[in-house]
Nanobody, 115 residues
Framework: QVQLVESGGGLVQAGGSLRLSCAAS????????MDWYRQAPGKPREFVAR???????VYADSVKGRFTISRDNAKNTVYLQMNRLKREDTSVYYC?????????WGQGTQVTVSS
């Protein structure tokens, strides 16, 4: 089992920044990669960014150049630095971990970008 807890969401003006955190606990030693997803009201959940065990990263086109995913292995935490936020970034952001073929999700953290 893997437990994931997101934090760092909030209300920010367009053009501002936020940093989300995802703290992992439990059986984390064989996690293959960790992702951030987001879901806006009435829309399907969408991929945002991924970081692998080796540190490779992948981003959705919509956030490329504005968001940065990183990890602190000592703290078992993955971060999502979000810069130049837009209103369309407003969503609940979820952390996801893949381990032994199983997906684990956090409870989500709300990000609201105002104009």
């Amino acid at each position: 089992q893997v437990q994931l807890v997101e934090s760092g969401g909030g209300l920010v003006q367009a053009g501002g920044s936020l940093r989300l955190s995802c703290a992992a606990s439990g059986s984390i030693f064989s996690i293959n990669y960790m992702d951030w997803y987001r879901q806006a009201p009435g829309k399907p959940r969408e991929f945002v960014a991924r970081i692998t065990n080796g540190g490779s990263t992948v981003y959705a086109d919509s956030v490329k150049g504005r968001f940065t995913i990183s990890r602190d292995n000592a703290k078992n935490t993955v971060y999502l630095q979000m810069n130049r936020l837009k209103r369309e970034d407003t969503s609940v952001y979820y952390c996801n971990a893949l381990r032994d073929g199983l997906n684990y999700w956090g409870q989500g953290t709300q990000v609201t970008v105002s104009s």
